[in-house]
């Protein structure tokens, strides 16, 4: 056996009490008990380690361990001892399987294999960094596993370039909480960052941009800065070691065939045109994509691929697949040659040729491809595995053709997202996705089967940096979700419980902030729900605190004093907490309190009353899903939605949608409208057309008048002007259908945002 002796100042560190030890460990562990008695840690610690233990493991372990510990013990004459053991192989436990035994004297880390060796360190690191002030860590017994293969962490260098340094800071948190997959975007259309010595334009030409997007793609606006950087072979070789060492796969992706204008822009005869092309400044889809039909084209991007495979290991290698227009194809010779000569009956399945060429080729070299789950169109290659993106579509079809999926959708896992009331964050590109979303999210989708559910390897949540311009802004769109996502994905389903995990968190953001993470705190944030008053054209407030123990408060220092109705009668104005409601103009402000002291960022909400605020609405068809957070009412709620899609401002449908609002009695109608959104890199397109239509039965309907699609980018209002006396008004709102080529995820069904009806 070896000896590693760790010096008296390590262990000053302990769990307290049981309710510390099992609750503050994130992820949390499979099974975890205490048993009779504690360790002394003022005692030293020595490390004893198997033979068939890689040294280079013990010494890191030990590192680690030293960097959490205090610096100061006493002697002690009967040290505690730390062994690290493996189980032969041969056992039937899984994978990264490991236990971890602490006694009066010993604490025994015992694992399947050295991965297991590691993920248990760092639930030791986490006990040894409780109660800094404490000396005693108590006996217990954990074993644990993971419950997917695949958890991962996906970082774009190509929008915004990350050093060596921070890349290697980020591989620390998805260490720290146990994930084992770095999903690494090195090009895309505004940047190639990952050298290949026999293309060496790749990075002298397509590494820089003359430019950049500034605020709000709505807005269109760029700079003049000249903006890029890449990795050299020897940096990207530091990095996968030092992630390997940590029991992490670093997964590249090289783009193709679409998003690929770094690289045009250096060989422009890769693409249909042959260019001129530039390196991209804007965020977006843009229709110059890699030829498809071009053999010289596919000869490179293998060379591309063999230097790739030289300096990553990893098994699984990432290539896009997703967002390629196919109008260059479309016009191409060459595509359309190669269509005929295969049989390809429309450029879909020729994408579907390019990717089994490609996939050909890496299967050559004893390894894998992953691509986004725009490579199930035109069919699937024999041996891919999918990434889902656009939902959960793409994994079910993967999973039900037997082909390995990790999913990654939008929805929950996509942390490129606002995750609080978008006048209190960064800019983000939009949605909305909170922590306990990304808590709230189970990778196996329902339709699935037993045995399907197997291809389901995982998920992954993805930071996407159009809008994140520093490594601060990355750590907050990062963190806490990770955390959120990495317990999702570790701990046993029927284990978790959202109310455990946040008081956890709670006890981890000062360690994140001692290890100068810039975490976000916008968990701690109100939620309003708002729903229509047990009198119709009242709105109905119902605040919920962030956590247990704590209280929401409104304040509306503008109100009349008689209002707003406190629903208990105990809360008297300026100030009402819980619930209350209200029936006229005003700009409320919600915030938690915690002992008296108001916490997290305050929420502004700005109420208009019409003739059809806070009444009776029903919908022919339900909003998706994704975007139906507040339901029906979120269109009389009083509140004109902004530019920004938070869920609780717009609905979206991806299908027509006929709306109903009983106005109570028949009243004098003047105008009358309905917000949409135009929103198209966001897939978001205005309605085709909107009739408006009136009734005094709720039953026949009188067409008032109809509005076809509205020009112009971001919020528009479709305004009828009437003279009619009514009851019931109604929208019917048809939806525009697939989006048209040249705009991104064209071929998709558009999503359809609609927002506040007003009446008046």
């Known amino acids: 056996m070896k000896r590693y002796p760790l010096i008296p100042t390590l262990l000053a560190i302990c769990l307290v009490n049981l309710a510390t030890a099992q609750t503050n460990l994130i992820p949390r562990p499979a099974a975890l008990s205490l048993t009779q008695g504690t360790m002394d840690l003022q005692c030293p610690l020595s490390v004893r380690a198997g033979s068939e233990v890689d040294p280079a493991l013990v010494e890191l372990i030990r590192a680690d361990l030293e960097l959490t510990l205090s610096p100061s013990l006493q002697e002690c004459m009967d040290p505690n001892e730390l062994s690290l053991d493996l189980i032969r192989p041969d056992t039937l436990l899984p994978p990264e399987w490991y236990s971890l035994t602490v006694t009066t004297k010993h604490i025994a880390l015992v694992a399947v294999d050295e991965a297991g060796l590691y993920r248990g360190s760092r639930t030791l690191a986490q006990l040894f960094e409780e109660g800094r002030t404490s000396t005693e860590l108590p006996c217990m017994s954990i074993t644990d596993s993971p419950r997917f293969p695949w958890r991962g962490m996906h970082l774009d260098a190509s929008r915004h370039f990350w050093t060596v340094e921070f890349t290697k800071k980020y591989i620390d948190l998805l260490a720290r909480y146990k994930m084992n997959s770095f999903h690494w975007h090195l090009t895309d259309d505004q940047g190639w960052r990952i050298e290949i010595k026999k293309h060496p334009k790749l990075t002298e030409v397509g590494a820089w941009r003359s430019g950049s997007q500034v605020g709000p793609y709505s807005r269109r606006e760029y700079d003049s800065t000249t903006y890029g950087g890449f990795y050299t072979q020897e940096q990207i070789k530091e990095v996968v070691a030092y992630a390997k060492a940590r029991y992490i796969n670093v997964v590249p992706e090289i783009e193709m065939p679409g998003h690929a204008l770094a690289a045009l822009a250096a060989y422009p005869e890769l693409g249909c045109t042959g260019g001129p092309y530039e390196v991209n400044k804007g965020w977006g889809v843009f229709e110059e994509v890699f030829c498809a039909g071009n053999d010289s084209t596919v000869h490179f991007l293998q060379d591309v691929l063999t230097e790739v495979m030289d300096i990553f290991p990893s098994e699984i290698i990432h290539i896009g697949g997703d967002e390629c227009p196919k109008e260059s194809w479309k016009k191409c010779p060459k595509c359309q040659a190669r269509m005929k000569a295969k049989g390809l009956k429309d450029e879909h399945e020729l994408q579907s040729d390019f990717v089994q060429r490609i996939e050909a080729f890496v299967n050559s070299k004893g390894r894998k491809i992953i691509g986004w789950d725009e490579i199930l169109e035109g069919g699937l290659a024999p041996n891919a595995a999918v990434m889902s993106w656009r939902g959960t579509e793409g994994g079910v079809a993967a999973a039900k053709q037997k082909h390995n999926v990790v999913m990654s959708p939008g929805s929950h896992c996509y942390f490129d997202h606002y995750q609080g009331d978008p006048a209190n964050e960064p800019l983000a590109i939009g949605g909305y996705t909170t922590v306990q979303k990304v808590y709230s999210y189970e990778p196996i989708p329902t339709e699935l089967n037993a045995e399907e559910a197997k291809y389901i390897l995982g998920a992954q949540g993805n930071v996407w940096t159009e809008y994140i311009l520093t490594r601060e802004h990355v750590e907050y769109m990062a963190v806490p979700r990770m955390l959120a996502l990495a317990e999702v994905l570790w701990t046993p389903k029927a284990k978790r419980n959202e109310a455990d995990f946040i008081h956890r968190l709670e006890n981890e953001f000062p360690k994140l902030e001692a290890m100068k993470v810039n975490a976000s705190k916008s968990l701690y944030n109100v939620k309003v729900l708002l729903s229509q008053g047990a009198d119709p054209g009242w709105i109905r407030v119902e605040m ?51 002992n008296s002291i108001l916490i997290g960022k305050p929420l502004t909400r700005t109420f208009h009353f019409n003739k059809a605020t806070a009444r009776p609405i029903t919908l022919s068809e339900p909003p998706n899903e994704r975007y139906a957070e507040g339901g029906a009412f979120t269109l009389v709620d009083g509140i004109t939605a902004g530019e920004k899609r938070v869920n609780t401002e717009w609905l979206g449908w991806r299908g027509s949608v006929t709306i109903t609002v009983d106005l109570g009695s028949e009243q004098d109608v003047r105008t009358a409208g309905i917000g949409a959104l135009n929103e198209t890199y966001s897939w978001i397109h205005m309605p085709d057309q909107v009739e408006f239509s009136t009734s005094n039965d709720g039953k026949t309907f009188a067409l008032q008048g109809s509005q076809k699609v509205k020009p112009g980018v971001g919020r528009r209002a479709f305004k009828f002007d009437v003279v009619a006396k009514t009851r019931y008004v109604r929208f019917t709102v048809k939806h525009p259908g697939k989006i048209p080529e040249g705009y991104p995820g064209a071929g998709n069904p558009a999503w359809m945002f609609l927002d506040e009806i007003e009446v008046r």
């Open 544 to 594: 919920k605190a962030p956590l247990e123990g704590m209280h929401s408060i409104a304040t509306c220092p503008t109100c009349p004093q008689e209002e707003p109705r406190s629903l208990d009668n105990n809360n008297e104005p300026p100030e009402w907490s819980d619930a209350f409601v209200f029936n006229y103009d005003a700009t409320l402000q919600f915030q938690a309190s915690n």
